[in-house]
Every structure is written in C-alpha cells, then in structure tokens.
C-alpha cells in the first residue's frame, strides 16, 4: 500500500522559512510527476509546485514562484518543498501528491488534482503577520 507522509509544517512569521518533506513508502515513483498543492479554509486546493522524476523540470504557482523550491531525493524516495519569505497568505494544509507513470520522455507538469493519484494526509503551515 502506498503512503505519502508530509512533515515540517508549523507557525512561523512572515518573513519566515520552512521545509516541508514528503516521505513516500510502499513503491518507488519511479516516472512520476510529484506535486505539492495547499487548501485553505473555504477554499479550493491550489496548485504549488510540480517536480518531473529527473528532476530537471519543475513549475510553480505565480503566488510562490520565487520563494519556494521543490526538489526530491530518488534515493530517499521523499520530496521537500523550500519555503522562504513567507507570508500570512500562504497559510494552508499543505499536501503532496505523485501523478503517474509517465513515459521517461514526458514533459508534462500537471496542476490539477484530479491528475495525481496518491495524496498525503497535509501538514499546516500557519504564517503569522
């Protein structure tokens, strides 16, 4: 069986950083596309962050591009997100995903949820002002 575990979420004031990883366990994402997305209250899940399995392609939100970075350890199996300058904004459960298998020459990023099969239970990331 597949889990996704976030962690690293927390408070933190604006101006702040975190890092939150990802640790999958029960196969290896091999040719997947791994994501990180963020839900509000009273709000639809927002794309964050999307990595391809080389790592050698990545797309961002336009509300965090600049400020965070996504990476994953292949090795690890665990995907982190770098999160910096934060702001009261970016408050949210904050979930990472994996969409997939895709062909090794795939270069596509996908943005919406529907497309990622796997989902971790979110971690909150709490930005005070």
């Known amino acids: 069986q597949v889990h996704l575990v976030e962690s690293g979420g927390g408070l933190v004031q604006a101006g702040g950083s975190l890092r939150l990883s990802c640790a999958a366990s029960?196969?290896?994402?091999?040719?997947?596309?791994q994501g990180w997305f963020r839900q509000a209250p009273g709000k639809d899940r927002e794309f964050v962050a999307a990595?391809?399995?080389?790592?050698?392609?990545?797309d961002y939100g336009d509300s965090v591009k600049g400020r965070f970075t996504i990476s994953r350890d292949n090795a690890e199996n665990t995907l982190y997100l770098q999160m910096n300058s934060l702001k009261p904004e970016d408050t949210a459960e904050y979930f990472c995903?994996?969409?997939?298998?895709?062909?090794?020459?795939?270069?596509?990023?996908?943005?919406?949820?529907?497309?990622?099969?796997?989902w971790g239970q979110g971690t909150q990331v709490t930005v005070s002002s």
């Open positions: 029960g196969r290896t994402f091999t040719n997947y596309v």
């Open positions: 995903a994996a969409a997939g298998p895709y062909p090794y020459a795939y270069a596509g990023l996908p943005r919406t949820p529907p497309s990622y099969a796997y």
């Open positions: 990595l391809n399995w080389r790592g050698d392609r990545t």
